[in-house]
């Protein structure tokens, strides 16, 4: 009975050791996901990391630096939230003035400053569906279509 107690408490441990890590790694991986409205003056989110944010690069505040790899610029979105971004790392070559981005990565509430660790421009669609207004208002025909 007693080589049954051994194995049994063994078992026990390990499979406790198992939970703890399971538990510990899906926790620390979780991801935010707000548009800049959302997150604007949301104190319950400052800090945390795991914080992801879309919206669109405004024309005001915004200086880039290719070469050092750096960026401060505005974001908004259509619920009319506005902040400011920094960023040091890799500039995405469809980043600019006017672009959607997401970012990811940590947001002070007192300054109203989101510091960026990731950003992902969202690239502009080349494709329009058959028919649609193009933006210089000329409608695609079915030919123009095929020739592309």
Do not use: W
Request: hydrophobic content about 35%; charged content about 25%.
């Amino acid at each position: 009975m007693k080589n049954y107690a051994k194995y049994i408490v063994a078992f026990a441990v390990v499979f406790a050791a198992l939970g703890y890590f399971i538990v510990s790694s899906v926790s620390g991986e979780k991801i935010y996901y707000k548009e800049v409205s959302e997150l604007v003056g949301d104190t319950t989110l400052e800090g945390k990391r795991g914080l992801r944010v879309s919206g669109k690069v405004t024309d005001t505040n915004f200086s880039m630096n290719k070469f050092e790899r750096t960026a401060t610029f505005d974001v908004t979105d259509a619920g009319g939230g506005v902040m400011t971004v920094t960023y040091n790392g890799e500039i995405p070559d469809a980043f600019e003035e006017g672009a959607e981005v997401v970012l990811e990565g940590t947001y002070d509430v007192s300054q109203n400053l989101f510091t960026a660790k990731k950003l992902m421009a969202k690239c502009p669609s080349k494709y329009e569906a058959e028919g649609e207004v193009h933006p210089d208002n000329v409608t695609k025909t079915p030919d123009d279509v095929a020739q592309n």
